[in-house]
């Protein structure tokens, strides 16, 4: 049995609940002032299943003793109703006196990375092959610009929060994607197959450059991409490419990739350059929110009981979540 499944998961646990002694993966800590001058500090920890803010109070982090971000500690979480939602407070903070490591609660997808890039840079081949017209396919842009970056791809998570924000999530989101697109593609014949899984595949590359993913699973966000995001990165790195290939690509292709990448957060207010104009941008946009949203619902649905809802409405969604009764 794993180490994680020894503990009963933190999202499982109800309020009033105390667990003393419970091991978490430190991510990050973060120090604040408190109203009555004290200070607290702020933890994101993985038990193994997810991701979780415990705030620890009327404490400092040079009060902890061998306490850091990436180490194993062992904490009292009490499970707080803060205006009728949870809560989670530290107390007890020490290193773990289990034989828990690291690598035992790093926030993983569930898949091997590895292995299903190589699915996703196969089928693109697939694609390049069978697609036989005058220029190269815009599929092999694709596939190259991955090959070009494979180990950050695999590694990297596909945000900081909200969805698939775990080690290996953007391999994980991008192959859901691409399954969806292509099952979409039977259905709306007219779409054109190549560039739609195209730009499904390298959407979210740039997220490389504006995420940095630590060996532990926590999520920073760089100059860089917090100066231009990836929406803007992604598409210079596809008008790279083709420039270091002249004349391999179909020059309208290259410009829809582009148009396509910059367009899929559909609004400007959500960080989109410019609007999708086609009909490969729009699907983009519904495929990436498909997979996006179904993502919270099943991490929700990991913690909740049949027949019951959520407290709160979950980041990224409208509304509560609901299990049925199967």
Not at 103 to 123: E, N
Not at 189 to 194: A, G
Not at 258 to 269: A, G, Q, T
Request: one cysteine or more.
């Amino acid at each position: 049995m794993a180490i994680k499944d020894q503990y009963k998961k933190i999202s499982k646990m109800n309020i009033g609940e105390t667990v003393e002694g419970r091991p978490v993966l430190i991510l990050s800590m973060e120090e604040k002032p408190q109203v009555n001058g004290n200070t607290y500090i702020q933890f994101i920890v993985s038990d193994g299943y997810g991701k979780h803010d415990i705030k620890a109070f009327n404490t400092s982090i040079s009060s902890l003793q061998n306490v850091a971000r990436g180490d194993v500690a062992d904490m009292t979480i009490t499970v707080q109703d803060f205006k009728g939602n949870k809560s989670l407070k530290a107390d007890n903070i020490m290193p773990t006196r289990t034989a828990a490591t690291p690598a035992d609660f790093l926030p993983m997808a569930p898949i091997d990375a590895a292995a299903v890039f190589d699915q996703i840079t196969g089928f693109l081949q697939q694609v390049s092959d069978a697609d036989t017209r005058d220029f190269t396919s815009i599929a092999d842009l694709s596939r190259s610009l991955l090959m070009e970056n494979r180990e950050a791809f695999i590694h990297s998570s596909a945000a900081k929060a909200m969805h698939h924000d775990v080690i290996g999530g953007l391999v994980y989101h991008t192959v859901r994607m691409l399954n969806t697109a292509a099952a979409l593609c039977n259905v709306y014949k007219t779409l054109d197959k190549p560039l739609l899984l195209a730009a499904v595949a390298i959407h979210d590359l740039a997220k490389i450059r504006e995420m940095e993913t630590s060996d532990d699973g926590d999520v920073t966000y760089t100059i860089e991409g917090h100066l231009m995001g990836h929406l803007y990165m992604g598409a210079e790195m596809v008008n790279d490419y083709a420039n270091r290939n002249p004349g391999k690509y179909d020059p309208e292709k290259v410009m829809l990739l582009k148009h396509m990448i910059l367009s899929h957060h559909l609004n400007p207010e959500w960080g989109a350059v410019k609007g999708p104009a086609t009909a490969e941008a729009q699907m983009l946009h519904y495929v990436d929110q498909i997979d996006a949203k179904m993502y919270v619902y099943e991490n929700r649905f990991d913690d909740l009981e049949e027949g019951t809802m959520t407290d709160k409405v979950p980041f990224g969604l409208e509304n509560h979540v609901y299990k049925p009764k199967r």
